[in-house]
């Protein structure tokens, strides 16, 4: 496959827009995201309260592919518990790895999806993850990657 393909129109509406993209008013967490490998920067904000993801957001920079999935994963975690929230970011990892790839377990990633093909392009593989592991760092207590 190639990178034209990776293209959809979904990763082109989610890089290009900002509703993801801005700060979030009293977040609970703050995280930096960093792909070294391609400079990708992302720093995710949360608002949790009682165990539930109320607002998240993400500032930063980096290509089209890092951007759409950090907003992706933004639309799908807001309302879920942390749990689940750690539960989707498990199956995302699971469909970039290409160790699931049955249609009815990934339809819980929703607009995701469209990142699938990335499992055969290593390079963009960091890219893809890079929201993904920065919220499971966030949402685990850790330290961010910069």
Known sequence: ???????????????NSNRNKHHIESPTAVLKGVNPSCGDEIELELR??????????????????????????????KGQTKEEALRLANLFFGMIKGEVSDESQLEDLDEAIALKDISHMPA???CAVLGWHTLENAIRGEKGSD
């Open 48 to 77: 949790e309260k009682d165990g539930v993801i109320e607002d998240a957001a993400f500032t930063g920079v980096g290509c089209a592919i890092s951007q759409a999935s950090a907003s992706i994963m933004i639309d799908l975690i």
């Open 1 to 15: 496959m190639g990178i034209e393909n990776i293209y959809t129109q979904i990763l082109t509406e989610h890089n």
């Open 124 to 126: 963009r593989v960091k």
